[in-house]
């Protein structure tokens, strides 16, 4: 099997597998794996009997290098079939095992083939859409009262403006997350992370139309303060995949994230928010969105037959 590096330019072809597809982490979004793609891991894809076959490599850490789960309309991912590819592939790991394939198929056969480990710093965050929309009740008290703020300061004496993102506004949002990323230092030496995710932002910012990128922004007196970027996951979950805002202006996140809930999600009764990243402040404001359903990630390493 040839595999070839997954390019923007494979976008279109490449959509037709992701359709029907039904894994709940994030990592199965098309947009997702095209402008995560980076130096640090490069995302690999081959084609073989209309599966479409993924795979991450590392030049720096082989160790990491990894599958995830094929991409089929066919019922036959099964743990016996994962176990018999990567033998053939070179492969020893796959990553973002979704909870419900090993509830599919039950502990004793996944470990039959493969050693099982939580990832916990890539369990998603999944919240009703119409939730994140309505904001009802005690629980979210604190989202409606820092919105509230936000609308009595900024709404009653500045000019708030929400826009769809296109490819004539892109340049004005580049440039506020150039300014996001400075006040958080998003460069390797300062952390990996912040580092990867700026250049996804990037890439998917730099390839909207071609991306299909779907996102808004919002302008305070005219300029971009914030933005939130959205993709397809399944026929009834989006995720909500970047989000950027001025921390310093209070309610500006929670109004973000209010109005991309009402203008992004059409169609779709979930929301995934992604993980947290082990992060305890981004933990805590996740957890604090109530989310119906948190989906554990797992990591299958092949048992030596």
Known sequence: MEFKQLEV???HNLKGFFKSQQYVL??????SLIVWSN???KTHYAVEDNTLIICNKSAANPGDNHLILPISSADDITPEYLFILAKRLGFSDYWFVPEDFLLKYGAKEIEFYFEVKEQDEFDDYIYLKKDLIQLKGNRYAKQRNLIHQFYKRYLSRSKVDIEMIDSGNTLECLNFLQEWCELRKCDVA????LACEK???MNALNNIDAL???????RIDGAVSAFGISSRLTETMGVLNFEKAHASIKGLYQFLDNECAKHLFAGYKYINKESDM?????????????????VKSYRLTLHEK
């Open 212 to 218: 299909e990128v779907k996102g808004i922004l919002i």
């Open 199 to 201: 250049m996804a932002t």
């Open 190 to 193: 300062n952390g990996e992370s």
């Open 26 to 31: 994030c990592n199965y979004s098309l947009l």
């Open 9 to 11: 330019s494979d976008y």
């Open 39 to 41: 130096q640090k891991l």
């Open 278 to 294: 082990k992060l305890p402040n981004l933990a805590q404001s996740k957890k604090s969105y109530n989310p119906v359903n948190i």
